[in-house]
């Protein structure tokens, strides 16, 4: 430890701190000293969110690919009938969707 010597008397030098950690107290103090700007910047953030998602319109969009193999059979299928098609054959609905 290292002295200062001022009019004969001998002060001792503070060491700086190693470390500082925010206590959590301190943290709180300073949530609650701004805790009116946090609400206002909470409520203008969240009330415009709020409206547009309650007054936005419903729509659906969906898509889908029709994969055709050309070098598979042509089968006769229509959405109506489920008779014997032109070939020969009963169409199921595993027959359909292979």
Do not use: W
Request: hydrophobic share 40%; glycine share 4%.
């Amino acid at each position: 430890m290292d002295f200062v010597q001022i009019e004969g008397t001998q002060i001792p030098l503070l060491e700086a701190p190693q470390k500082y950690e925010n206590p959590p107290r301190r943290i709180l103090y300073v949530i609650f000293k701004h805790k009116q700007l946090i609400r206002a910047i909470f409520l203008l953030l969240s009330v415009p969110m709020c409206l547009y998602l309650l007054f936005r319109p419903t729509e659906y969009v969906a898509s889908s690919k029709v994969l055709i193999k050309p070098s598979r059979e042509f089968l006769n299928v229509s959405p109506i009938s489920r008779d014997v098609g032109s070939t020969g054959i009963y169409l199921t609905p595993e027959i359909i969707n292979t």
